[in-house]
């Protein structure tokens, strides 16, 4: 049954979901004069003491979503999720990496062919340096052996190493190794919000100091008087035209009330897990295996990096860095001497405290897990998922899910964890902890709704159109056909900007300070 529609509210856009991609759409069709309504299913996030407590971040999980999902064999598992105005990236650990020229292309790998995207680097470069400059990303050029070709430098000056670090970057470099800085989106700037106040990886920022998409993106678009933000706004679906062709509605649930708001222009955002959800649940009497679906795999190819955290024990000195993600390792991303096969990126984890370690051992003394993080430094093993059809995402009954992941490319990443062991054994690490993590964990999952240039293998083009709705753009880390070995938030901002620039052509005319006469509206 229909619900009220959304009043007087009549947008051009609406868009669905206020992390990277979404407040990125927002942002870049602002100045268009075109009326955006973005729908965030969280609230904001509270600036509050809990911001920075461990306890009440991992042991507590205080901010993750209360939801009920199960894999595919019935365990049943509160997923890592997070709704908030922002998304994900109140949590991230600030990362901003470039996809390497060679992600853009078919890369063998041992377990599999790693598949060529739809576009190049070139295509996505001028936008990766537009999201640096938005984010104000904190990197230096030249130090990675993989790093693609820049057309512009970073926006600021390398976050400087604290000494414990920076003796790691030495030790690396004398073993003829090519530790870099990572790019970083912190506000480290003279006079910047930044405090290096140690809870910046994983936790929320009190001091919207952090370059997450609610303060780099979205703020500066909500500045704008025609751009407006409903939080607390759930879509449930989205409702097709009789023909099927067109999306034109939203159907949300928000207040205790269920409404539709209805447009010519829907982006959806919402995540590479919950957006295919969404299509999935949208099925309708045309198109029963859902949304933007024609091709089937929406819900498939579901990717998330194998990831491996390691804690080097330094069991007669104390790590007082504040901010250790400085660092980071490239020399075997696409393999080594005596492993030829792409190996993947090691970069620096924030510090860990030991609430953290107890969320995942509750059963270790309290007195050993405070001195395990003491005393640790604590390093990042990540490798990259290969495509797997039956890697799913599906909706069940009473808003649950199944998450099934067919993991590939495991015995590499292995090897990886294995040679950055040995490494910093090599470096003065006598013990060496590791952890891994599951899906259950927000390690970049993506995939779930990919694009590509043959409609029955993919369910967007090239600029995150459906094929089946040419009024619908699904922008989120879901439109990746392959999941590389480094962090993707900036490369789904870059794609976002190029989006949004077809967008401002396409649908408000390229250089219209106010919107053009709009196509199916």
Not at 36 to 53: K, M, Q, S, T, Y
Not at 193 to 220: I, V
Not at 492 to 515: D, I, K, T, Y
């Amino acid at each position: 049954m229909a619900g009220k529609t959304g009043g007087a509210m009549r947008p051009d856009v609406v868009i669905i979901g206020s992390g990277v991609g979404g407040a990125a759409i927002a942002l870049s069709l602002a100045a268009t004069g075109a009326r955006i309504l973005v729908l965030e299913r969280g609230p904001r996030l509270p600036v509050e003491p809990e911001n920075a407590d461990a306890e009440a971040v991992f042991v507590r999980q205080r901010y993750r979503a209360r939801e009920d999902w199960q894999d595919g064999r019935g365990r049943r598992f509160r997923p890592g999720q997070y709704y908030f105005v922002g998304g994900h990236t109140k949590f991230y650990g600030t990362a901003m990496f470039r996809l390497r020229r060679r992600d853009f292309e078919a890369v063998e790998h041992e377990e599999g062919v790693s598949p060529a995207w739809p576009i190049s680097y070139a295509d996505l470069e001028p936008y990766y340096v537009e999201a640096e400059r938005l984010f104000g990303v904190h990197g230096a050029a030249g130090a990675d052996p993989t790093e693609p070709p820049r057309s512009a430098a970073f926006p600021h000056p390398p976050v400087p190493h604290e000494p414990v670090i920076g003796r790691i970057a030495e030790k690396l470099t004398a073993r003829g190794l090519q530790p870099f800085h990572m790019p970083a989106a912190i506000d480290l700037r003279p006079g910047g919000a930044c405090r290096r106040c140690g809870t910046c990886d994983a936790f929320p920022c009190r001091f919207g100091a952090k370059g997450d998409a609610e303060t780099r993106l979205l703020a500066p678009a909500l500045a704008h008087p025609n751009v407006t933000l409903w939080s607390e706004a759930r879509v449930t679906r989205l409702i097709a035209d009789h023909r099927s062709a067109h999306i034109v509605a939203a159907e949300i649930e928000r207040g205790g009330e269920t409404l539709t708001v209805r447009a010519p222009l829907f982006v959806l955002s919402a995540g590479a897990l919950n957006s295919a959800l969404l299509l999935l649940r949208s099925a309708d009497g045309h198109n029963p295996h859902g949304l933007a679906n024609g091709s089937g795999v929406v819900g498939r190819h579901f990717m998330n990096h194998h990831l491996t955290g390691l804690m080097g024990l330094m069991p007669f000195a104390a790590n007082d860095t504040r901010y250790a993600k400085t660092l980071s390792l490239n020399d075997f991303y696409f393999g080594a001497p005596d492993d030829p096969v792409p190996l993947g990126n090691i970069q620096m984890l924030g510090n860990i405290q030991e609430p953290m370690i107890r969320s995942a051992y509750p059963r270790l003394p309290r007195m050993i897990g405070r001195w395990t993080a003491r005393h640790s430094v604590d390093f990042l093993a990540m490798s990259e998922d290969l495509p797997h059809w039956d890697s799913t995402i599906r909706p069940l009954p009473g808003d649950r899910a199944e998450l099934v992941w067919q993991p590939t490319n495991r015995a590499p990443h292995r090897r990886l964890v294995a040679r950055t062991k040995k490494l910093l054994h090599a470096i003065g690490f006598p013990v060496v902890l590791t952890h891994g993590f599951g899906a259950e964990s927000p390690s970049h999952q993506c995939g779930t709704v990919r694009m590509g240039t043959d409609p029955a293998t993919s369910a967007l083009d090239p600029l995150c159109r459906a094929h089946d709705h040419p009024n619908l753009y699904v922008v989120d880390a879901g439109f990746f056909p392959s999941s590389a070995a480094v962090n993707p938030a900036l490369t789904v901002a870059a794609q976002a900007l190029r989006v949004g620039r077809h967008l401002r052509a396409r649908w408000f005319g390229a250089s219209a300070s106010a919107p053009a006469a709009l196509p199916f509206a």
